[in-house]
Structures are given as C-alpha cells and as structure tokens.
DNA sequence: CTGTGTGCAAAGGGTTTGCAGGTCT
DNA sequence: AGACCTGCAAACCCTTTGCACACAG
C-alpha cells in the first residue's frame, strides 16, 4: 500500500506534479477500494469522508490526470457513468468483467483468454490490435439460486 | 428493404405501437446506414434531411422504443454517446468490432470466436452468461501504411 | 372522445471549464 | 514573482421529461 502510493507519487513527479494532500487523498480511496470500481462521483464522497474541503471537481481532475498517467483506467459499462481501476503493471492489455444483470457486481477475470482469437482477428482482417474490451453479462454465482 | 420495414411494423403493431411517418421515416435512415453506427444526433441529422420538421425528441423516443422491442441495439464506445445498429435476427449474442484508433472507423466481426472462452468462464467462474460485448482497438488495415 | 404520438422547451445527470484565490518554491 | 493547484459556480453535452396540441380509431 504504502509503496505504490510512494511509486504513484514519483510517477508523478517525473511528468511535474505533485502529490497534493486533495490527490493523495484520492488515490488513498482508490487503493482502498480497488476492487469495487468506483465512479467518480463514489470517489468523491468518499474522499469527503476524511477531507470534507474537497471539491467534486479536484476529484474528475485528479481521476482525469492518474488516468493520463496510465496509473488507472477509465472504464465504462455503458450505465452513463465513468469507472475507474487500477492498471494492472506489465499487463500488455487489462482484465475482463463479469457483469452481473440481477445485483450488478462487477468480478474480474485476470486470465487473457483472447489470444487465440487475437491472432485470428489480426490475420484474417488485417487489424494490428492494440488493446481489447470484453465483458460478459450474466448471472454470476451468488445470484444462482 | 421493403419487407425489413413491413416486419418492424408489424412488431411495432403487435405491442400496440403505430408506424407513424415519423417512425417510419427513423427506420428508414438506420436502414440505409446500416453499418455505420449512427448516434442519435446523426440519425436526428438525417431525418431532418428528407423530415425536417421531426424534433431530436421523437428520434430518442423511437431509438428507445426501437431498443425495447429488440428491433435496434443500443451500444456504447465510450466516447459519450450511445449508437445504434440492428440486431441480427437470429444471432443469439451480437457481434463483436474492431474500432481503429486512427480514423475512427468501427467495423465487425460476425463470427462468435468466444464460445470456447465462454465455457472457461461458466465453468471456471460459475457464471451463467447472457450476453457479451468485445471490442478491440487498434489499427485498422485502411490505415496501415 | 380517448389514447397515442409529436414538437418544443425546460430539466436532468454526469463531466468540464473559467476564474479568483491559495500554496509552494 | 511564477507555476501549479484548488473550490466554487457556471457552462457543457447528451438524454429525458412535461406539456399543450395534433391526429387516428
């Protein structure tokens, strides 16, 4: 915890920004909360739970800046609202999601999965991939009764 | 064409909805630029061309109403706008799109590719799937040079 | 006459931006 | 002083909704 909070901040600091109490504030909840992928709005109250100064806005530009950073990922589940996830180190690309349609838990799925078909992708439609986005609606398994 | 347009009205009918020439006029437009997900503006830009007095409103109802009877499919890139595009009439999942990072242009796959990886994930994961979108990006071959 | 459908304008929800301070160097 | 950063409120964009009117059964 406290280490990749030191490593976001030299990261930071390398591009010219600093760790800013409001910042460090918010990358505390995102590590808190690392597996609940928090809109931007939940980011914020719950920020304002410990600094109740922060603005809603320091909040999208801090979210916005870890994002340019590659320290998150904006992810977007198609509800209207942005979320936000730590980015896994090395992976080449990111995880998948279970969405599930009757309480709405997103699981993830850490294995790739998509290689084989990556590779028909690329050759049979000339498509030099770069990155994918697969998620898969259903009943997950606490709502199977 | 002509029968597409017979068949949505005849399941506009029996929910009890009506082809008014304004629908008819929205249907139209996404039919002649079926492969091309339009947004709700581009197809409310559309319409104007040949109806120019239909309001932005009825196109989001009709896009709306298009969506419940399953007649349409709402997706979502994540650039803020929802698009549009027919459902395939018998597919059981929809297909899949390349979008190219350069010139922005979405093109699809029709094949599934996922059904091995789906039965990893209903087993490995216990998760009874319904649907799944799968979205790569990267660089199409029209922009590769 | 009743219900459905429409256009317009207003409201709504999420996100971004302008601006006047504030902080740190 | 200068650059960065913040909070607030206003602006923005896409989408939905309220309402009065139009039209068909």
Do not use: W
Not at 46 to 67: C, D, F, H, N, Q
Request: net charge negative.
């Amino acid at each position: 915890m406290k280490e990749r909070l030191e490593r976001i901040k030299e990261q930071l600091h390398t591009s010219g920004y600093k760790l800013t109490p409001q910042r460090e504030a918010t990358v505390h909840v995102l590590l808190e909360n690392e597996e609940d992928h928090l809109s931007a709005e939940d980011v914020y109250l719950l920020v304002k739970v410990k600094s109740p100064e922060i603005g809603l806005a320091t909040v999208y530009r801090t979210l916005e800046l870890l994002s340019e950073l590659k320290v998150i990922h904006k992810i977007n589940f198609g509800d209207g609202v942005a979320r936000f996830e730590f980015r896994a180190e090395n992976a080449e690309h990111h995880h998948h999601h279970l969405i599930c349609i009757q309480c709405g838990t997103v699981d993830e799925i850490e294995e790739d999965l998509l290689e084989e078909v990556e590779q028909v992708v690329e050759q049979d439609f000339n498509f030099k991939i770069v990155d994918h986005r697969l998620t898969f609606h259903g009943t997950c398994h606490r709502c199977q009764s």
